[in-house]
């Protein structure tokens, strides 16, 4: 079995930026609001220990989840609002510097936030559509290439 760059855990990523339909409206044609990043992911023990630490996740729960696909690449887009309206709030809780602040990043409590990350969604939605016409194309050319 070959290695794919996945699981040698090299990640490759790709970015891009759109300009929501909100931020057209206020003349901001210049200035994108969502960011696109596109990397590939293979699922495998490692990648689910991982996401299990860093994220407080029971690997069983993952195991559940991404079972199905446990030995497969694959890729994984992440929608960001790179310029939200609502600010969070950051409070300390004594005078002892030690002591941890509390942190209220307030997500999607804004409901142009919430309309710019939705829109974010769907326009992923129509990529995602396109992207499986092409598939057939894209394994047959993989194929000869391989060859």
Same mark, same amino acid.
């Given at each position: 079995?070959?290695?794919t760059?996945?699981?040698?855990?090299?990640?490759?990523?790709?970015?891009?930026f759109?300009?929501?339909?909100?931020? =057209?409206? @206020? &003349?901001e044609?210049?200035?994108?609001?969502?960011?696109? $990043?596109?990397?590939?992911?293979?699922?495998? %023990?490692?990648?689910?220990?991982?996401?299990?630490?860093?994220?407080?996740?029971?690997?069983?729960?993952?195991?559940?989840?991404?079972?199905?696909?446990?030995?497969?690449?694959?890729?994984?887009?992440?929608?960001?609002?790179?310029?939200? =309206?609502? @600010? &969070?709030?950051?409070?300390?809780?004594?005078?002892?510097? $030690?002591?941890?602040?509390?942190?209220?990043? %307030?997500?999607?409590?804004?409901?142009?936030?919430?309309?710019?990350?939705?829109?974010?969604?769907?326009?992923?939605?129509?990529?995602?559509?396109?992207l499986?016409?092409?598939?057939?194309?894209?394994?047959?050319?993989?194929?000869?290439?391989?060859?």
């Open positions: 079995m070959q290695p760059p996945g699981s040698l855990g090299l990640a490759t990523l790709t970015n891009g759109l300009v929501s339909s909100i931020a =057209k409206s @206020r &003349g044609m210049n200035w994108p609001d969502i960011q696109y $990043i596109v990397s590939e992911l293979t699922v495998n %023990k490692a990648m689910l220990m991982l996401l299990s630490e860093s994220r407080n996740i029971k690997e069983s729960v993952l195991k559940q989840y991404f079972g199905p696909v446990d030995g497969k690449d694959g890729f994984v887009i992440s929608i960001l609002a790179v310029r939200p =309206k609502q @600010r &969070g709030e950051v409070k300390l809780v004594s005078s002892n510097p $030690i002591d941890y602040p509390t942190v209220d990043p %307030k997500y999607l409590s804004n409901q142009q936030d919430m309309d710019v990350l939705m829109e974010g969604c769907f326009f992923n939605f129509g990529f995602n559509s396109e499986m016409k092409y598939s057939l194309i894209l394994s047959f050319l993989f194929c000869i290439k391989s060859m």
